[in-house]
């Protein structure tokens, strides 16, 4: 195994203390090719993290919603729930941003997000009485 760049590590902190997470590839992609890192960085800097019209939260929301319906990696998902639920939003509120997936993406793309909601929330079911 290389040696890995200080800049590299560095940067992966910073994207840390930005958005309050970094995914997998983000640390493989550090140590694999930095430069291509952070050129994809720089379009995510541009349209979520820099402040503009919509605040962090509703972006949490927007994203969370956006991932269900691509039915994106659980662990992806679920850290934007977290960064929302840290940003003042629901676990309402959460849900029914997700919801909107279900008329355009339909119920197995809601699900899958769903699913990920339960666990981040650690949400309770109703369960039935009578035996199924």
């Not at 995914?23 to 993290?49: I, P, R, S, T």
């Not at 977290?82 to 909107?100: P, Y």
Request: charged letters at 25%; one cysteine or more; a negative charge.
């Amino acid at each position: 195994m290389s040696e890995h760049s200080p800049d590299a590590q560095e940067y992966v902190d910073s994207m840390v203390a930005k958005r309050g997470y970094v995914l997998e590839y983000h640390k493989y992609m550090a140590a694999n090719d930095f430069e291509v890192l952070q050129a994809a960085n720089q379009l995510v800097e541009a349209a979520y993290l820099k402040p503009r019209m919509l605040d962090r939260k509703t972006k949490e929301l927007l994203f969370i919603l956006s991932l269900t319906v691509m039915r994106a990696d659980p662990a992806h998902i679920a850290s934007h729930i977290r960064v929302a639920l840290d940003e003042g939003a629901s676990s309402e509120e959460i849900l029914e941003a997700m919801e909107i997936a279900l008329p355009e993406a339909g119920v197995v793309a809601f699900q899958h997000g769903f699913e990920v909601w339960c666990e981040v929330t650690k949400a309770t079911p109703i369960e039935p009485t009578r035996p199924v």
